[in-house]
C-alpha cells in the first residue's frame, strides 16, 4: 500500500510549472522512476510550441502589447482571493495549464502573427515542416484556429473566459486590433449546455465567471459590457459585446436534421422541441451570429471532433463560418476569421 500511495502522490502542485514527471521502470517489479523536467509530449507541435512560450514567459511576455501584458501580470503576477458560496475568503490562482494555454493563444495571435494550420506546422512542425505545411489546403487554412487538450476537471471554462476577456479588451484598447468582442459558445450537448449556463449567465441571479473569478483588473471594469444572450432568447441592441451561448445543434440546418418524415416535433438530444419553432429559432440565431464583423468562436469539449467521423458535427460551424463569409465578402471584399 505505501508504494502504491508513493505512486499516486503528486510531483507538484496544480499551478507549479511541471518539473518532473515518472517513467517505466528499468527491472520489472520496481517503482517508477523520477526524472527531472516536464514530461515531453508526442506532439512535435505542441513540444516545441511549449519550449518558446517558456522563453516568452521567462522574459516577461515581450513584444506583447500594453493590454496583453497588464492582464497576464493581472491574472498570473498577483494574490487573489474570492468569496466562497458559504461567504468565507480563499485564496486562488490559476492552474498551470490554465495560464498555458492562454499565454499560447496570446502567443501565436499577437506576437507571432501565426493564424493557420499550414503556419503552425511550418513553424513548429520539426523535421519536414515545411513540405508538411504545403499539403494543408486552403479549406483547412481559411479559419482562424486553435486546439487547446486540457484534461477533464482542470478548468476549460476558466480558460474560455480568459480568452474572452483578453479578444474584448484588446478590441477595445489597442489600435487597430482584429481581435473579437462577440463571441459564442457552442457546446456539443444539452448537459453541458446547462453546466456552461450557470458559469456566464446564472439561475436566479448568481454570479457570473466575470464576477466571480479575477478576470477583469478593478480599474477596467467600467468599461467591460458583454451581454450574454442564451440561445433561444431574443437579442436586444446592445451598445457593447454580445456572448451567445448555444447548443451546437441549434446551429444545424433543419433540413439536415434525423427526423421522421411527417412528425411535428424534435426530440433529438434534448427536450422535444415543436419543428417549426425549432428551425425559426435556429434561423434567428444563425443569423444573428452571422451578422458580426468579427467574431470568436469557442467550441467546448472539442474532443468529440477528432475522429473522422465527427465531420458531421462540424457542419453546422462550417455553414455558420461559409455564411459569415459571404456576407462580409458581399459588404467589404474583405474576410477575416476568428
Known amino acids: 500500500m505505501r508504494d502504491l500511495a508513493a505512486a499516486l502522490e503528486p510531483l507538484f502542485g496544480p499551478t507549479d510549472v511541471p518539473s518532473r514527471h515518472r517513467t517505466r521502470a528499468k527491472l520489472e517489479g520496481s517503482p517508477a522512476q523520477i526524472v527531472a523536467g516536464r514530461r515531453p509530449t508526442p506532439i512535435v507541435?505542441?513540444?516545441?510550441?511549449?519550449?518558446?512560450?517558456?522563453?516568452?514567459?521567462?522574459a516577461e511576455y515581450a513584444g506583447a502589447s500594453d493590454t496583453s501584458r497588464e492582464l497576464l501580470q493581472h491574472w498570473f503576477g498577483q494574490d487573489h482571493e474570492l468569496i466562497g458560496d458559504d461567504g468565507h475568503v480563499y485564496p486562488f490562482s490559476y492552474y498551470f495549464c490554465q495560464r498555458e494555454a492562454i499565454e499560447t493563444l496570446i502567443y501565436l495571435q499577437e506576437c507571432r502573427a501565426i493564424r493557420t494550420v499550414s503556419g503552425l506546422t511550418a513553424e513548429f512542425g520539426g523535421a519536414g515542416s515545411e513540405r508538411a505545411a504545403l499539403g494543408i489546403s486552403p479549406e483547412e487554412d481559411a479559419w482562424c484556429r486553435y486546439a487547446f487538450k486540457i484534461a477533464t476537471g482542470a478548468g476549460k471554462t476558466k480558460v474560455m473566459a480568459l480568452a474572452i476577456v483578453w479578444s474584448y479588451f484588446h478590441a477595445l484598447r489597442e489600435y487597430g486590433s482584429a481581435l473579437a468582442q462577440d463571441f459564442v459558445i457552442v457546446a456539443p450537448?444539452?448537459?453541458?449546455?446547462?453546466?456552461?449556463?450557470?458559469?456566464?449567465?446564472?439561475?436566479?441571479?448568481?454570479?457570473?465567471?466575470?464576477?466571480?473569478?479575477?478576470?477583469?483588473?478593478?480599474?477596467?471594469?467600467?468599461?467591460?459590457?458583454?451581454?450574454?444572450?442564451?440561445?433561444?432568447?431574443?437579442?436586444?441592441?446592445?451598445?457593447?459585446?454580445?456572448?451567445?451561448l448555444t447548443n451546437i445543434h441549434r446551429l444545424y440546418d433543419p433540413k439536415r436534421r434525423n427526423k421522421a418524415p411527417d412528425a411535428d416535433a424534435?426530440?433529438?438530444m434534448g427536450p422535444a422541441v415543436a419543428r417549426g419553432r425549432?428551425?425559426?429559432?435556429?434561423?434567428?440565431?444563425?443569423?444573428?451570429?452571422?451578422?458580426?464583423?468579427?467574431?470568436?468562436?469557442?467550441?467546448?469539449?472539442?474532443?468529440?471532433?477528432?475522429?473522422?467521423?465527427?465531420?458531421?458535427?462540424?457542419?453546422?460551424?462550417?455553414?455558420?463560418?461559409?455564411?459569415?463569409?459571404?456576407?462580409?465578402?458581399?459588404?467589404t471584399n474583405v474576410c477575416h476569421g476568428g
Open 189 to 244: 450537448g444539452v448537459t453541458v449546455f446547462e453546466r456552461l449556463k450557470e458559469d456566464f449567465r446564472p439561475s436566479m441571479g448568481g454570479r457570473s465567471i466575470f464576477d466571480r473569478d479575477p478576470l477583469i483588473p478593478s480599474s477596467w471594469l467600467a468599461d467591460w459590457n458583454v451581454d450574454v444572450v442564451l440561445q433561444d432568447e431574443p437579442s436586444g441592441v446592445g451598445t457593447g459585446g454580445t456572448l451567445y
Open 45 to 58: 507541435v505542441a513540444q516545441n510550441l511549449r519550449l518558446q512560450v517558456e522563453e516568452w514567459r521567462l
Open 266 to 268: 424534435y426530440d433529438w
Open 278 to 331: 425549432s428551425q425559426d429559432l435556429g434561423e434567428a440565431l444563425r443569423e444573428r451570429i452571422t451578422a458580426h464583423k468579427r467574431l470568436m468562436v469557442l467550441n467546448d469539449e472539442a474532443h468529440h471532433l477528432w475522429d473522422p467521423g465527427s465531420e458531421s458535427r462540424l457542419q453546422p460551424l462550417a455553414a455558420v463560418t461559409r455564411r459569415m463569409a459571404k456576407k462580409w465578402q458581399e459588404s
